[in-house]
């Protein structure tokens, strides 16, 4: 009877007893799919962001589909990060999965201020910080767009913490290879990528965006390709683990990502189709594993043969 | 209530689950409306009137997103969901062009906070105003009022006589039905919005004021029909908003607040208090 595949990575420092999290944006604080999935079952959970104070986010529409995907302009809406710890990291406690929680700034004190509160909270065992945020100090330009700005955050939030830190890269660059290198040089413990590709849908009949903001950000199925590329560049230019994402349904989906470079996989916009795709997502990669004779799933990272 | 329906994270509320939905029925009732009934017993047990379910179409479609769509009728027995839908856009074409019955789709549901029950023994007068496919959420509402022994009363609006939904439901409960149509062709020729006037003047009038009014239809009607409210009067409105994960995680169908603020349509709603809402917002 051949044993169970061993599905356990780990993640720039973070133990994950299999490969997958959710993408941040997609799952709250994650207590909206406790009637859906058990939240332990998850490698790991990741909040959506938190900034220093309450973000009101865009008006509505904020969100518009498009073809195997959608666009959101969201804004990042948020409590801020006291009533994060009031609210959600209460309701985390009867939970032990473990925790990443995503970081949002507008400029680099205030990533340093949200990681700075929750060093103090037990519960928190990750920062995955989102740098494509505009920088206001820098005329709205996000952070993660230009190496050394990319870099100087990096070196920033470091200082702060001893917990695995994960950098989240936007697409929306020349270089993802370039900017990954900064990240990495910066003190990274892992980078995640992608973040939404900046997109539009518009109305023709209105004759205005479908959406609050004329350019919002694409996920699902259609930015795959996108995604599995970019995972792909980053593996080669960096050394540090990946965490990939971008359109995953599956588990065949997630092993692509894996063969590409990554060592855990983040499920986002296939939550919406189906409120289980993260469970199933793990149980796809065990599927696969079994099928393919693969004892442990570590064998696939960076497996692409090319 | 039993410890495997609670909602994990708010107490008082059924969870909504994820289950099959085989469809029983799917046919045209109006030009442009059609009904939908699907075997769903989880819903079917357990949905309130005013909440909805968040239902997945064929998932091979290029199509990421569910439909959320008001239960217009849950019957126990049967467990099955009885769906009011128009069709609009790529998702509802699909609806009323490709499934048919025996499909099996899938829904979450139930979703939502559900209207208002009447408080005490049965006094005072509800008057229920449903506007197009607005009438699809309230009928349960005007038949729970009604079964409470609350005097009901409605008004039903569409843009011609044959396009008025459910009106039996209505007139089989409610004291009066009033109709208001584009066209004229029924009841009043306009909108909704002067035959309620009218019914709320009168009310008043005579000494035997409305206590309750539930308004659901297109925003501009809803905002409409709020602006003629009589001061002191509770009225609810149905927000319909764009969704995505349909369950309150992802805060795309927030509802701008008068006071300030957001809150979200799938589970904060879709049923909201017309003052909360901040309507020159919407």
């Known amino acids: 009877m051949p044993a169970d595949v061993n599905l356990a990575v780990n993640l720039g420092g973070l133990a994950m007893k299999n490969p997958v999290t959710d993408a941040s944006g997609t799952f709250g604080a994650g207590q909206e799919y406790a009637d859906f999935i058990d939240l332990d079952a998850l490698g790991a959970l990741t909040t959506k962001g938190v900034s220093p104070v309450a973000w009101e986010g865009n008006p509505a529409p904020r969100i518009a589909e498009t073809p195997s995907g959608m666009l959101n302009t969201i804004g990042l809406q948020n409590p801020g990060v006291e009533a994060f710890c009031a609210e959600k990291l209460a309701f985390l406690a009867n939970y032990s999965v473990p925790l990443i929680v995503n970081v949002a700034g507008h400029r680099i004190d205030e990533y340093l201020a949200v990681i700075d509160r929750l060093e103090s909270e037990e519960r928190v065992d990750a920062y995955e910080v989102n740098i494509s945020c505009p920088n206001v100090d820098a005329g709205g330009l996000a952070m993660g767009t230009d190496p050394a700005m990319a870099r100087e955050v990096t070196v920033a939030c470091r200082a702060r913490t001893k917990r695995p830190l994960i950098v989240k890269l936007t697409p929306n660059v020349t270089s993802v290879a370039d900017i990954a290198r900064a990240v990495e040089d910066g003190g990274a413990d892992a980078v995640s990528l992608i973040n939404t590709v900046q997109g539009m849908a518009i109305d023709a009949f209105r004759r205005r965006p479908r959406l609050s903001r004329p350019v919002a950000g694409l996920s699902g199925p259609a930015v795959k390709p996108i995604a599995l590329r970019c995972v792909w560049e980053a593996h080669r230019a960096v050394s540090v683990p990946i965490l990939g994402m971008g359109g995953i349904r599956t588990g065949v989906d997630a092993v692509e990502f894996m063969l590409a470079g990554a060592t855990a996989v983040a499920v986002g916009t296939a939550n919406f189709t189906n409120p289980r795709a993260t469970v199933e997502v793990i149980e796809g990669i065990r599927g696969y594993c079994e099928s393919q004779g693969i004892a442990d799933v570590n064998e696939l990272i960076g497996g692409l043969q090319c | ?282």
């Not at chain 2, 149509?181 to 309620?196: I, K, R, Y």
């Not at chain 2, 969704?243 to 300030?260: E, K, N, R, T, W």
């Open chain 2, 1 to 282: 209530m039993e410890g495997h329906v609670e909602c994990a994270w708010l107490p008082g509320r059924v969870k909504p689950v994820l289950e099959t939905a085989r469809v029983a029925a799917n046919e045209p009732v109006c030009p442009g409306t059609w009904r939908m009934v699907l075997e769903a017993p989880h819903t079917a047990r357990h949905a309130v009137p005013g909440q909805f379910v968040h239902l997945g179409l064929d998932v091979e479609r290029d199509s990421v997103l569910r439909v959320p769509i008001s239960v217009h009728a849950a019957h126990r027995q049967e467990q099955e969901v009885e769906l009011l839908y128009q069709v609009v856009g790529p998702s509802t074409t699909v609806m009323s062009e490709q499934i048919v019955p025996g499909d099996e789709l899938d829904l979450i549901g139930p979703i939502g906070n559900g209207w208002s029950m009447p408080e005490g023994t049965g006094a005072g007068r509800a008057l229920i105003v449903g506007g197009g496919l607005g009438a699809a959420p309230v009928a349960s509402l005007a038949e729970a009022w009604a079964a409470a022994g609350v005097r009901t009363d409605a008004i039903l609006g569409a843009q011609t006589s044959e396009r008025i939904l459910s009106r039996e439901r209505f007139e089989a409960v409610c004291g009066t039905v009033a109709i208001a149509t584009d066209d004229g062709t029924e009841g009043d020729h306009g909108f909704v919005t002067v035959p309620l006037e009218r019914m709320v003047a009168s009310a008043l009038e005579a000494g035997d004021p409305y206590t309750y009014i539930a308004v659901c239809g297109p925003t501009p009607m809803m905002r409409n029909c709020v602006r003629l409210l009589p001061d002191g009067v509770r009225c609810e409105v149905s927000m319909e908003r764009l969704m995505a994960c349909g369950v309150g995680a992802c805060l795309s169908c927030i509802v701008p607040l008068a006071a300030g603020g957001t809150k979200r349509a799938c589970v904060d709603g879709p049923v909201f208090d017309a003052r909360e809402v901040d309507w020159d917002a919407c």
